[in-house]
């Protein structure tokens, strides 16, 4: 069965302390792995879009990297406004929907 | 673009009424997706469409949910009746899937604001 999975479920830092998300993933064949943000209220929104293994993206201080097994979100430096819940989501071969994880609940405090 | 626009924000009703929450995806996307959020079970994909045509509904949860999408520019999602247990927050997405290439790749969704459903 195709299965994402988050770790931590929640995580605390203090401003300036770099940290990383973990994103392990079981699909039969993986079409693509999705990174999202969500903040209280609002829709998940959209960051990075990994398709390979050894795959790299960055934007601002985030950093996301993509294994066989596995993704990670790596937050340098962050900033309070980088609280936030953190999904992963993948895209399996043959199906047309994403597979969401339950997310890691980030914050910072100054 | 305005993105995903979805109404109302916030519906509270009884159970047993009929629920009616609607959606307008991306211009010019092909592809939009019904989800349900709660603490306990997270982001579900209740249904999926794809030029408009529903592709796959085996996240609906019982006969109690409809969806419809009569074009490209709108699609609803409706329970009837409604009961207690539905209460959640409803999204609403869209993407553009690849015809190309990368065919059968999604590319990324965007998700509206949401439509916070509580059922008394």
């Known amino acids: 069965e195709d299965q994402v999975t988050q770790s931590p479920e929640a995580l605390r830092l203090q401003e300036g302390e770099s940290s990383s998300l973990n994103c392990s993933y079981t699909?039969?064949?993986?079409?693509?792995l999705f990174w999202y943000r969500q903040d209280p209220g609002k829709g998940p929104e959209f960051l990075f879009t990994?398709?390979?293994a050894g795959e790299e993206k960055e934007k601002e201080r985030l950093k996301a990297t993509l294994t066989k097994k596995e993704s990670f979100l790596h937050i340098t430096a962050p900033k309070p406004e980088d609280s936030a819940t953190y999904l992963c989501?993948?895209?399996?071969?043959?199906?047309?929907?994403?597979?969401f994880g339950t997310g890691t609940r980030l914050k910072v405090l100054a | 673009d305005a993105g995903v626009i979805q109404s109302p924000r916030h519906e509270v009703t009884e159970m047993g009424q009929e629920v009616t929450l609607r959606c307008k995806p991306i211009?010019?996307?092909?592809?939009l997706f019904w989800y349900r959020q709660t603490m306990m079970r997270g982001l579900e994909l209740l249904i999926y469409?794809?030029?408009?045509?529903?592709?796959?509904d085996s996240g609906m949860p019982e006969d109690r949910f409809s969806a419809k999408m009569p074009n490209a520019s709108f699609s609803t999602l409706k329970i009837q009746p409604s009961e207690p247990r539905d209460s959640a927050v409803y999204f609403c997405?869209?993407?553009?899937?690849?015809?190309?290439?990368?065919?059968?790749?999604?590319?990324?969704?965007?998700f509206g604001p949401g439509t916070r459903l509580t059922v008394t």
């Open positions: 997405a869209s993407s553009l899937l690849s015809r190309g290439l990368d065919r059968g790749r999604l590319g990324e969704q965007y």
């Open positions: 699909v039969s064949g993986l079409r693509g």
């Open positions: 990994l398709y390979s």
């Open positions: 989501a993948v895209q399996a071969a043959g199906t047309y929907k994403y597979i």
């Open positions: 211009s010019g996307h092909n592809s």
């Open positions: 469409f794809n030029n408009n045509v529903p592709i796959d």
